[in-house]
């Protein structure tokens, strides 16, 4: 048995006053992505490299920020099953984008690189193993097509 979901988002992008999409490197790519039942508008824009607002959130952003958060939700819930108690929990990812010739492009692997601190040093290395239960669970993870992988390391407080 299987349950779906289904997630909505809308985007919003106009034309800035006496631009044109005629010339690719002229328009802005400044927009709203507006979440269903959500509050705020996300202010996105292309990356930098792609003639985007450096200060705005971009699709890359976002989906590097997708698959942390998915993962550390799903590493919780492991160690929450095997009564680890976990006190802090941080990453510091990294995704490698590669962009060919003809103007497309893809991600060829990300890794994240959690440092999560525990309170019982006998669960450190079940603690460490979990990783890769959390991301055989992680929603974000088994949506991409690249390697993602994990350079985690455990503390004991």
Known sequence: MSIKHTFKAQVNWTINEGGSTSNP????????VLIANKTSALQVSAAKPFRGDDALYNPEDLLLSALVSCHMMSYL??????????????DSAEGDLE???????SFKCVRLKPVVTIKDSDQKDLALRLHAKANALCFIANSCNFPISHEATIVVE
């Open 77 to 90: 819930y492991v160690c929450a099953q095997h009564n680890i108690e976990v006190l802090s929990y941080t």
């Open 25 to 32: 490197r002229t328009f802005s790519r400044n927009h709203e």
């Open 99 to 105: 962009v060919v010739a003809n103007g497309s492009g």
